[in-house]
Nanobody, 120 residues
């Protein structure tokens, strides 16, 4: 089992920045891929970004490319999502997820989520 805990959400204004953290514990492995997803009210959950723990390879949704970055701190088993130039449409509950696949089709483990609200 892998436990994931998100933190760092909050209320910000458009153009501001936030950094979300995803702390992994339990049987977290260096072979895992960690992904960030978000779900806005009334919308389906969507992929935001992902990073492979071992190689640090990254992927981003087109909607966040150039604004968001993802990184990992292996010493602390934590993955970060740095969100810059935030927009009201970035408002959502953000979840981190983990899976053993390099490009997971379905992530096995999920955190509880952290709310991000961007005011205009």
């Amino acid at each position: 089992q892998v436990q994931l805990t998100e933190s760092g959400g909050g209320l910000v204004q458009a153009g501001d920045s936030l950094r979300l953290s995803c702390a992994a514990s339990g049987r977290a492995s260096s072979t895992y891929t960690i992904g960030w997803f978000r779900q806005a009210p009334g919308k389906q959950r969507e992929f935001v970004a992902a990073i492979t723990w071992s190689a640090g390879s990254t992927r981003f949704a087109d909607s966040v490319k150039g604004r968001f970055t993802i990184s990992r701190d292996s010493a602390n088993n934590t993955v970060y999502l740095q969100m810059n130039s935030l927009r009201p449409e970035d408002t959502a509950v953000y979840y981190c997820a983990a899976d053993k696949s390099v490009v997971p089709q379905k992530y096995a483990y999920w955190g509880q989520g952290t709310q991000v609200t961007v005011s205009s």
